[in-house]
């Protein structure tokens, strides 16, 4: 079984940037996706970005499209989300997951097994 270790969180100023990063041990075989949530006070957990772990496309939530980047180290064992021109509803604790999901349903968090603790990032003039 996959574990997941997020960093990178913080408080930053409206505008200023953070990296997250998503540390993966014990094996990714068998995991198609990995992918970006946030879950901000009192909402429900939401998808931000997902990529297969052998590579190609990446896909974006509309809110962060243009702004976050998804990507991975060549080792296939870090996952890193780059969030560039942060607001104030950016504000979440940030969480990365990893499931056998399809295409079709790889922006549900139901379609993700093991998930990290989590790293807050704070937006906040």
């Known amino acids: 079984q996959v574990q997941l270790v997020e960093s990178g969180g913080g408080l930053v100023q409206p505008g200023d940037s953070l990296r997250l990063s998503c540390a993966a041990s014990?094996?990714?075989?068998?995991?198609?996706?990995v992918g970006w949530f946030r879950q901000a006070p009192g909402k429900e957990r939401e998808f931000v970005s997902t990529m297969r772990w052998n590579g190609g496309n990446t896909y974006y939530a509309d809110s962060v499209k243009g702004r976050f980047t998804m990507s991975r180290d060549r080792a296939k064992t870090t996952v890193f989300l780059q969030l560039n021109s942060l607001k104030p509803e950016d504000t979440a604790v940030y969480f990365c997951?990893?499931?056998?999901?399809?295409?079709?349903?790889?922006?549900?968090?139901?379609?993700?097994?093991?998930w990290g603790q989590g790293t807050q990032v704070t937006v906040s003039s």
């Open positions: 014990g094996g990714t075989f068998g995991y198609t996706y």
């Open positions: 997951a990893a499931g056998q999901a399809i295409l079709s349903s790889s922006t549900q968090t139901t379609s993700y097994t093991n």
